[in-house]
């Protein structure tokens, strides 16, 4: 009785195995493995059922799924036969021999912890020793702390890498070897990828996450501006005062659509997804100048992280000097009644017409000073529950996946938000204190003891309930959209 597998390997394929010199041992192990990943046996394997096997196996990582299908795809029939996935596999393969000898230097057929971090030293990726240690344990199965030919197949067979900088960057962003996707710190990028325009094709990604992350939350940031400067304004709009004259969330929200229709949830929205460009490009621009400076004569040198937090908090201020007029531009459209400005422009005009240049800068000092806390609790508690996921889970797999990111940013942000939000709630209502009625021309300090007297030290929290509700909605659509952006643009 026939091998069963064989109904998937045409005898014209071992004909030519068995006269053109190919493996028949290789062969065969593609042979099962398509029998395994071909699950409703129809003889193709599709997206779905490379998914579902790769998830069952702990091995799925953010639609790799699709690029292997796209890259084996010859036919354009959106699955692989047995033929297609077998030259998708050796041409991999070949791929990652040759990226195995080149980590491989001392050619002994092995990699070790030294040649990881020297390969990775010479693509611009600094690691240390503990870092190349998991990197070498969730590849090393048999616990020889060295990688052999086979455990390196392995492991990246179905991870559709193509060079060395791949490799470079699958580690740098899996290990966290970075500060890559966090909000206050800019990513790293190598000399490579700058000179790809890599850099650039990112950063689209990201500005495009940001948009449409802020857009989907801009309700909850508008009802919280609103709760913010509440206490001013305590009768705004009938609908939206709650008890004691004070906006309450869901009343505030009733009270806006009533006002303007479903529309004016996303007042100053507009110029709040606009500024993001800007802003992004000049944090990187910055971070990029100062991280020289930093670095002095060092050049090529890597920064530690207390260094990286520094040049990464000095630029998020240069670049919240460069875009802070539309800081305060989005928080008077935010409050703004039907009518009560024709536009951007007009907001812009009436503002330096009744209120002078200097308006445009009111609430900048709490602004940059928030920067410092949230940038540094942020990244820290961020930090520290990768590594912990990492040190329990690293070994059996590199890739935390979007749950655990997410809910590692989710966390960080939220302790971020927790410990800057006083400083956002004075800066928010300098901003709109000229434009509201009867409301005290405070300065910082000035704000911070009318709010302690009128309302307590809880006063500083005011709106806080909306922008955590906003928290893990942000976190989300940002990742799932960068992520999609990122491949689209081939910045993956």
């Known amino acids: 009785m026939g091998d069963p597998l064989n109904r998937h390997w045409p005898a014209w394929t071992r004909a030519r195995c068995q ?7 290789r062969e065969k192990r593609y042979a099962e493995l398509f029998e395994q990943l071909d699950l409703n046996k129809d003889g193709r394997i599709d997206v779905y059922e490379l998914r579902t096997w790769m998830t069952a196996r702990g091995h799925s990582k953010s639609a790799v799924e699709e690029q292997i299908v796209r890259e084996g795809d010859t036919n354009k029939d959106g699955q692989l036969d047995f033929e297609e996935f077998t030259r998708y596999l050796r041409a991999h393969e070949k791929a990652l021999r040759l990226m195995f000898r080149s980590l491989d230097r001392n050619n002994d057929g092995e990699i070790d912890m030294a040649e990881i971090q020297q390969s990775l ?26 990688i052999d030919w086979n455990e390196w197949r392995d492991h990246f067979l179905f991870n559709p890498i193509h060079n060395m900088e ?44 940001g948009s449409v992350s802020r857009t989907g939350t ?44 479903a529309a004016a949830l996303w007042r100053g929205n507009g110029i709040n997804v606009l500024k993001i460009a800007p802003e992004t490009a000049i944090k990187f621009m910055a971070y990029e100048q100062i991280k020289k400076m930093i670095r002095g004569s060092k050049e090529g040198a890597s920064l530690r992280l207390q260094e990286r937090f520094l040049a990464g908090s000095l630029a998020g201020a240069t670049a919240q000097t460069a875009i802070y007029p539309l800081e305060v531009l989005k928080t008077r459209l935010t409050l703004r009644k039907t009518g009560q400005y024709s536009g951007l422009t007009d907001c812009a005009w009436q503002i330096l017409q009744k209120e002078g ?74 901003q709109a204190q000229a434009s509201l009625v009867g409301s005290p021309q405070l300065s910082m300090l000035g704000q911070l003891k009318f709010i302690v ?8 929290y005011r709106g806080i309930v909306p922008n955590f509700l906003k928290v893990v909605p942000a976190v989300s659509l940002s990742y799932v959209v960068y992520e999609n952006m990122r491949r689209a643009l081939g910045a993956s």
């Open 19 to 25: 006269n053109n010199g190919v493996d028949p041992g």
């Open 121 to 146: 030293q010479n693509l611009g990726v600094e690691v240390s020793k503990a870092q190349a240690a998991r990197i070498m344990k969730s590849i090393d199965k048999d616990g020889t702390m060295t």
């Open 166 to 209: 791949d490799i470079a960057r699958y580690w740098k962003h899996s290990f966290m070897l970075d500060i890559g996707e966090n909000l206050v710190v800019p990513d790293d990028f190598t000399e490579e990828e700058k000179q790809s325009g890599a850099v650039w094709r990112h950063l689209m990604a990201g500005a495009m996450a």
């Open 218 to 261: 801009a309700p909850l940031d508008r009802v919280k501006v609103f709760l913010q400067c509440s206490v001013d304004v305590p009768q705004v709009y009938g609908a939206g005062a709650g008890a004691g004259g004070r906006m309450r969330l869901w009343s505030g929200l009733r009270g806006m659509v009533g006002e303007g229709g």
């Open 357 to 430: 240049v200097g308006a445009f800068y009111k609430g900048y000092l709490p602004n940059v000073l928030g920067i410092i806390p949230y940038a540094g609790i942020d990244l820290a508690v961020y930090e520290t529950l990768k590594n912990a996921w990492l040190l329990q889970y690293g070994e059996s797999s590199p890739d935390p996946g979007v749950l655990v990111l997410v809910g590692c940013g989710t966390l960080s942000s939220t302790c971020g938000q927790v410990a800057s939000y006083p400083l956002a709630l004075i800066r928010t209502r300098m």
């Open 453 to 460: 007297s009128q309302e307590g030290v809880q006063g500083l």
